[in-house]
């Protein structure tokens, strides 16, 4: 089991590299969560989805479980629980793939391509059969409401600001104790 276990973490290391957010549940390295953008030039640009990853014990020989945390307007996406319904992911997967296949390709182009015909949200898929400029519309609302920045939360970046106040208050003692020599 040394294999399965040295690629996860290779995987997951390169996800890493590839600039994504990547904030650990545990120290498994098993369950993870991931900063998504939506692809540029689609109707989700300018969204922010934190998704959670968890890798089987059998990964990289079985898909990892993705779900959206924040809402996403979709037809291929449970809207309450942010299950992806992803051919490629739950029944094509192939060891050949990595982590940044699912976050390069994978997830832009569900975002791009969605499948009507093969609906987690019925009704996403319904109004964007039916009328497809309320659905972009839709879309583009959840995408404000729900999909900012602050909606995706990857933790890292606030201990940063943690980390950038304290300094600040820090450097604010240390200006008053430089600062009175020099008049």
Excluded at 55 to 78: M, Q, R, T
Excluded at 96 to 121: G, H, I, R, T
Excluded at 130 to 141: G, I, N
Excluded at 142 to 171: F, H, M, N, R, V
Aim: glycine share 6%.
């Amino acid at each position: 089991m040394s294999s399965p276990s040295k690629r996860r973490e290779m995987d997951l290391m390169k996800l890493m590299m590839s600039d994504y957010k990547v904030e650990m549940v545990n120290d498994g390295m098993q369950e993870f969560f991931v900063e998504f953008k939506g692809p540029n030039e689609s109707i989700y640009q300018g969204g922010v989805w934190k998704i959670r990853v968890e890798l089987p014990d059998a990964y990289p020989y079985k898909s990892p479980s993705i779900g959206f945390i924040n809402k996403i307007y979709h037809p291929n996406v449970d809207e309450m629980s942010g299950s992806v319904c992803l051919d490629v992911i739950n029944q094509t997967w192939s060891p050949m793939f990595d982590l940044v296949n699912v976050f390069e390709v994978f997830l832009p182009q569900l975002l791009l391509y969605p499948n009507p015909s093969d609906p987690l949200n019925g009704e996403a898929a319904a109004l964007m059969m039916r009328d497809r400029p309320a659905y972009e519309q839709k879309v583009k609302e959840y995408c404000e409401k729900y999909a900012k920045p602050e909606d995706a939360g990857i933790t890292p970046e606030d201990k940063s600001s943690d980390e950038e106040l304290s300094e600040e208050e820090d450097d604010s003692g240390d200006e008053a104790i430089l600062g009175n020599p020099d008049p």
